[in-house]
Structures are given as structure tokens and as C-alpha cells.
């Protein structure tokens, strides 16, 4: 049907050219190249015309004038045929060019009383046609698109309206409370994930962002306001839905309260200016990340133990499976840097950013590594992720990966860490070895290829302590995964050389 619309305003739009041309041509008449006009060669007429006519094997070739309202056998519409084609043109001369070996190839193969119209009508069906189809359907998609997007947003407003009586005593009590009444409160979920779903939506609703403090490739964080405490707001990007789903996913089913994980709030699907915006909200830790602090402060040697043990104590809760109806699967954190980890006011540390994690239960021995295709940070992946020989359908290769980037957290508090009065410069990993941003191949040829690892300065080895955290990061840099510590028996290691330190000061 649009085909046949299409046509039947082109032959409405054909005609009323054409008719023009035959009008303007009654006041002007034309002069033609004309083959049948004896010496003088030339015509005077409305419209010129060149034709080709066969009849037996000799094709006869005619140039003329032609009137324009010819009721005869040849006129400017006649079709093209097996037998005869006519072109017609309406400016002076216009036919002079024309010649038989031009016209010849436009002569049909069909046979003669079965002319078949082709040319513009059969680039509206063919080619327009199609064109103009895809057009609409591609507008229909975007319509379709949007208006789900409005209906799913529209839900979540019905959900609010449904759930109209709980919702407002939720909310009033949200309302009342502070951020710590609020995750100890006998409302939560039981599952030590956060509040529950309509409390978290509440909550959300209810925030100003204030400042952005930090951006990356999954979008922003903000300093936002809750009730005048001060809360982090983690507003990803569209197109890193899948890391807010899963990091949502995992906060919210499994038991992941623990003072070295950041503490989750909330999670939602908020629409802001006329866009989807996807929020995660937990506390907020003024000193920022472990990466920003580094570079900012430089630490004593008590304080860069705590700081590295309380990360291991994140990654031992993480890599543990809890057993119990309340309990919770291994996870592995698959992005282990110094800017996933925040540091708290005390300088003790907690674990952020689980967009990529991998979980596993015993149970059922169920791998879920989720449904994000990307993989971790490039200058912090271990040897068997760049030559790609990891193990991806067994949990503990995910978990010794885990361990070769710790390794590298830790070779960066020690460089900050004082000794004897001397302390270097914050530098990344690798930071001698690759650019600023190392392409894959680049951390493929120095750790895989030239077995480099990060220099370990000669101070460190008159400095007990040092000396000990440099055993210990080197024990998790080994080229054979089954070969690294565990977590568990790091955290055993950090807290003997802890005590150490203890004792040494205590004998002073």
C-alpha cells in the first residue's frame, strides 16, 4: 500500500511537470535536429524527439518535432518496447547529441505487446520504496523504545502508589531516623545487605546532591545529603547498566555487612531531567580513595600496616563462603586497585566497586560471573588474565587474581610508608615500565614475557617491617597462580608482623 501511494504521487507529480513543460512549450515552440526535413535539417515544434524503430533486422533511427498533444502512433509517452523507443526532451537542439547506438540498448527483450514499465517506477518500488519502509519502521522502534522506557518508569511511580500504605509509614519512619538507625533498625532485611527495597527507593528520593567528588570510566560520584549526614552517590552511566545491576544484585542478596566493605544504603532507578539515571548510594569517606590519599599523605609504618590489613580482612570476608539459610557465597572482586578502595577516618580501609564480582556456592556449586563482558584494570591484571590462560569455569583462579592485585596495593602503601625518616614519591604499578595507560599488550610483554615485577627499593631492606612486606607482596606476585598466598593466610602474616612491631616498641 505505501508502494502504491508512493506511485500514485509521483505519476500526479509527473503529469503536472509534464503539462507544464507542454504549456510553457505552446508559447515558445522549439527548434529540432530533424532526420525527414530534407536540407534544411531542422524542425520547429513543442517537444524534440528521438526514436528507434526494428522492423526485421534493420533498426530505423528518427530525430524531429513532435507537438505534444499527438493522438498518432509515436507520442512523448510512448512506452519503450521490443519494437520501437521514444525519448522526448524540450529545450533548442536537445536531440542533436542523440544517436541510434544510444537508444538501441533501451529497446525490451520481452516480446512486443508486453511492454514492461520500468525506470523511475521501478526505482519508487525497489529502491524508495524499501528506503521509505525502513524509515518508518525505524521510527516506530524509537517509539516503541520510548514508550516502554515512560512505562517502565511509570511502573515504578505505581509501585509507590500501590504500596501507598506501607510506603508512607516507611517513609515516615525513614523520616525519623539517622543513617545508623536505619541499618540497625529491626526494618532491615535480615540479610545484613541494607534496607529493604522500598526504604532503599525512599531514601534515594529523598537525597541533594551536593558536590562531585570523583569520575571514571562508569560515570560520577557525589557528595549527596540525607537527613544533614553526608552520604556517596554513585550515579553510573548508561551504558555501564550492567555494572550497577550486578553491583545492585550482589548488595542486595547477599550478606555482605563487614567493616572493610563499603556499607551499601541503597539502589535505585531514578529519572532526572528527563533521563534515566542509575544510583548506588553508600557512606561516604571524606579522605577518598586509597589512590587519592596516597598521593596526598605519606604514612608511619603502624598506620601503613593497619591500612594494608584492613583490606586483606575486606578480601578474606569476601573470598569466604558464609554457610546458613543467612550466609553467603564466595565472591571474588575481579578489580582490586587502590582506587576501589576507600579510606576511612580511623585510616583503616574498605573495599569498594563490585560491578565486576564473581560469586560461588559449595551447594550447588553454582560460578555466577554475571553478565558483564568487561574484565578488570589492565596495569593491575595478573599474568594468567594477559596471556589468557586463566582457568574462567574454576572460583579459585578468580580469587588469586585477587591476590596478585593486592600484592601491588600493598608495594603502594609500603612506598608511602616512612623509614628511618625517608619515604618515595606515590607512583602506580609498572610505573617505569608501561605508559600512563598501558594498553593490554603493553602489561602482557613486561609481566608475562620479561617476568617484571614492581622495584622494590634497597631502604626497605633495613627496615624490618618493610623488609617483611616486601616477603610478603612478592609471595603474591609468583607467575604460577596455585603458588600465591591466600588471603586468609596473609591477613595471618600482616598480623604477625603487627605484633612484631608492637613488641619491638614495647622492648624500646
Request: hydrophobic content about 40%; glycine content about 6%.
Amino acid at each position: 500500500s505505501v508502494h502504491m501511494l508512493l506511485l500514485l504521487l509521483f505519476r500526479i507529480l509527473q503529469t503536472s511537470a509534464e503539462d507544464k513543460e507542454v504549456l510553457r512549450g505552446l508559447h515558445s515552440p522549439l527548434k529540432c535536429v530533424c532526420s525527414s526535413c530534407g536540407l534544411q535539417e531542422r524542425c520547429m515544434g513543442q517537444r524534440c524527439f528521438s526514436s528507434v524503430a526494428v522492423s526485421g533486422d534493420t533498426p530505423v533511427f528518427q530525430r524531429g518535432c513532435l507537438e505534444g498533444h499527438e493522438k498518432g502512433r509515436m507520442t512523448c509517452q510512448t512506452p519503450h518496447s521490443a519494437s520501437q523507443v521514444v525519448e522526448c526532451c524540450s529545450s533548442n537542439l536537445c536531440n542533436l547529441n542523440v544517436s541510434a547506438e544510444m537508444l538501441l540498448p533501451l529497446l525490451r527483450t520481452v516480446p512486443e505487446g508486453e511492454p514492461i514499465q520500468y525506470g523511475v517506477d521501478v526505482l519508487i518500488i525497489f529502491v524508495v520504496g524499501p528506503f521509505v519502509v525502513l524509515l518508518l519502521l525505524s521510527l516506530l522502534a524509537v517509539l516503541v523504545c520510548r514508550r516502554l522506557h515512560h512505562s517502565r518508569l511509570q511502573r515504578l511511580h505505581e509501585l509507590d502508589a500501590e504500596q501507598g500504605a506501607i510506603d508512607g509509614l516507611i517513609a515516615s519512619n525513614v523520616g525519623d531516623s539517622t543513617l545508623a538507625d536505619l541499618l540497625d533498625h529491626s526494618c532491615t532485611s535480615g540479610s545484613g545487605s541494607g534496607l529493604p527495597f522500598l526504604v532503599q527507593r525512599t531514601v534515594a528520593r529523598q537525597i541533594t546532591l551536593v558536590e562531585c567528588v570523583g569520575k571514571g570510566r562508569y560515570g560520577e560520584v557525589w557528595r549527596g545529603q540525607w537527613q544533614g549526614e553526608n552520604v556517596a552517590v554513585k550515579i553510573f552511566s548508561s551504558r555501564d547498566e550492567k555494572s550497577w545491576f550486578r553491583e545492585t544484585e550482589i548488595y542486595n542478596t547477599v550478606l555482605l555487612r563487614h567493616e572493610n566493605i563499603l556499607g551499601f544504603m541503597a539502589s535505585d532507578m531514578t529519572s532526572r531531567n528527563s533521563s534515566t539515571q542509575l544510583w548506588l548510594i553508600t557512606h561516604y569517606h571524606e579522605n577518598g580513595s586509597l589512590y587519592d590519599y596516597l598521593q596526598r599523605v605519606a604514612v608511619e609504618t603502624v598506620d601503613g600496616l593497619l591500612m594494608a590489613t584492613s583490606v586483606v580482612s575486606g578480601l578474606v570476608h569476601l573470598h569466604t563462603e558464609i554457610f546458613g539459610t543467612e550466609g553467603k557465597p564466595a565472591i571474588a572482586h575481579r578489580d582490586l586497585k587502590s582506587k576501589n578502595i576507600l579510606v576511612k577516618k580511623d585510616l583503616r580501609c574498605c573495599i569498594a566497586d563490585l560491578g565486576l564480582a564473581v560469586t560461588h556456592s559449595q551447594t550447588d556449586n553454582q560460578l555466577d560471573i554475571g553478565n558483564n563482558p568487561k574484565v578488570g584494570t589492565k596495569r593491575y591484571m595478573a599474568p594468567e588474565v594477559l596471556d589468557e590462560s586463566i582457568q574462567t569455569d574454576c572460583f579459585d583462579a578468580y580469587k588469586r587474581v585477587d591476590i596478585w592485585a593486592f600484592g601491588l596495593v600493598l608495594w603502594e602503601i609500603a612506598r608511602r610508608t616512612y623509614s628511618n625518616g625517608i619515604v618515595e614519591e606515590y607512583k602506580p604499578p609498572f610505573y617505569d615500565l608501561v605508559p600512563n595507560d598501558p594498553s593490554f599488550e603493553d602489561m602482557r610483554k613486561v609481566v608475562c614475557v620479561e617476568h617484571q615485577r614492581p622495584f622494590i627499593p634497597n631502604r626497605w631492606f633495613s627496615d624490618p617491617t618493610l623488609s617483611a612486606l616486601a616477603k610478603l607482596m612478592k609471595e603474591c606476585w609468583y607467575q604460577n597462580p596455585s603458588a600465591r598466598l591466600t588471603a586468609l593466610r596473609i591477613k595471618k602474616t600482616l598480623d604477625k608482623i603487627h605484633s612484631s612491631l608492637e613488641k619491638g616498641k614495647a622492648d624500646c
